[in-house]
């Protein structure tokens, strides 16, 4: 009788759970696609804070609709910053995450919060806001230590081309 019960409870917080993860995950569909961007490096960058960035990034879903990946491909001046990322639902936390790769070797892990119109990313040094307006996206990356606030890395707009 207690095996039963057990088995009920657990298939019980299984669908809550993937309920939620479904819904965490498709709060994304917005980003998915392709778009170019363009902006300026911010004053907390090394090179000139007011070096152009161009680039293209696109958004997509893996198989299986349970991961979204970004990769990013862009220029500022003679340098070339590009890379890989995964949205993913972190069920331990019931939150969504994003693990970045780039080129320069950094990884980093952000938590994702999703609202109307674009999300929130956070991570330990550095946090973005990306928000969507249709085909337009705006992007505003930040240099963080302890917590506050530092500086600017970046300020982009991007254009849906797909």
């Not at 207690?2 to 409870?9: A, G, R």
């Not at 090179?47 to 862009?74: H, K």
């Not at 972190?90 to 080129?103: P, W």
Request: overall charge negative.
């Amino acid at each position: 009788m207690h095996e039963e019960f057990t088995s009920i409870v657990n298939l019980k917080n299984f669908s809550e759970l993937e309920l939620i993860r479904r819904n965490a995950i498709t709060s994304l569909e917005d980003f998915v696609g392709i778009w170019t961007v363009s902006g300026q490096n911010g004053p907390m960058m090394p090179d000139d804070p007011t070096t152009r960035i161009t680039g293209t990034e696109v958004y997509e879903w893996l198989d299986g609709g349970r991961f979204m990946t970004y990769r990013w491909n862009r220029s500022f001046g003679k340098e070339k910053h590009s890379g890989l990322a995964v949205f993913g639902f972190d069920d331990q936390r019931r939150e969504l995450f994003a693990q970045f790769y780039d080129n320069f070797g950094f990884t980093r892990r952000y938590t994702v919060t999703v609202f109307d119109g674009g999300m929130h990313l956070e991570g330990s040094g550095e946090r973005a806001t990306i928000a969507i307006d249709q085909n337009v996206m705006n992007i505003f990356w930040q240099s963080m230590k302890e917590g506050q606030v530092t500086g600017i890395l970046c300020e982009l707009e991007g254009q849906r081309t797909q």
